[in-house]
């Protein structure tokens, strides 16, 4: 069975700081990893994903994602933070070959002026 | 604009009613799912469907069916709702020839139960 853990509930920073929202994933096989972004009363709206290749990945509103295959990790990652980056995301994990993805429980992330 | 339409919105549904959700796609995607939201324990996948006349079971199938009659339209039903299906219900799409392409999600329905 796959799955995602996202160890923190809740990331605080100050506005100009780098973020870092944390997550690691169990799956068989090579993975499909994405990242998602909710805001209040809104659907998920995709970041970015990391399919093969390069192990740094370069997605929407400035994230980034850097993919660790020994520690089954794949952290986003933003150098400076905006108050509009205040949100809610969710790692998720799709083995190669299965259509189900899943999720991890959420990071709140909080950017304060 | 293409994309996920939910119905209803919100709805609170009194324990034992019958219920269901509607989701309507126009990107003529062949995969099709179901989310609930709930606080701490992120998405579950509730059912799922790889093409129209197709169906499966996610992770929190119980109390819940689905239908995938057509291409566009892909139902879930609540036959006898319980406080404990309150949630935050979410319909996404994606091709099915592409299994590294990204999810598209409705902007759900929030569901009580009372």
């Known amino acids: 069975a796959q799955s995602v853990a996202q160890p923190e509930d809740q990331v605080n920073v100050a506005e100009g700081n780098p973020l870092t929202v944390k997550c690691t994933y169990s799956?068989?096989?090579?993975?499909?990893l994405f990242w998602y972004v909710q805001y209040p009363n809104r659907g998920l709206q995709f970041l970015l994903k990391?399919?093969?290749?390069?192990?740094l990945v370069k997605g929407s509103y400035g994230f980034e994602a850097e993919f660790n295959k020994s520690q089954t990790s794949f952290h986003l990652k933003k150098p400076s933070a905006l108050v509009s980056d205040s949100a809610l995301y969710f790692c998720?994990?799709?083995?190669?070959?299965?259509?189900?993805?899943?999720f991890g429980a959420g990071t709140t992330v909080t950017v304060r002026a | 604009i293409a994309g996920i339409t939910q119905a209803p919105t919100s709805q609170i549904l009194a324990a034992g009613r019958r219920m269901t959700l509607r989701c309507t796609q126009d990107?003529?995607?062949?995969?099709m799912y179901w989310y609930r939201q709930d606080l701490g324990l992120g998405l579950r996948l509730i059912h799922y469907?790889?093409?129209?006349?197709?169906?499966g079971k996610g992770e929190v199938p119980d109390g819940y069916s689905v239908s995938r009659a057509n291409t566009d339209d892909f139902p879930l039903t609540l036959a006898s709702a319980v406080p404990s299906q309150t949630s935050v219900y979410f319909c996404?799409?994606?091709?099915?020839?592409?299994?590294?392409?990204?999810?598209?999600f409705g902007n759900g329905t929030r569901l009580t139960v009372t």
């Open positions: 996404a799409s994606s091709p099915r020839e592409n299994l590294n392409s990204p999810l598209h």
């Open positions: 799956v068989s096989g090579n993975p499909y």
């Open positions: 990391y399919i093969t290749g390069d192990n």
């Open positions: 998720a994990v799709r083995a190669f070959n299965d259509y189900k993805l899943s």
């Open positions: 990107m003529r995607h062949n995969a």
């Open positions: 469907s790889n093409t129209a006349g197709t169906t």
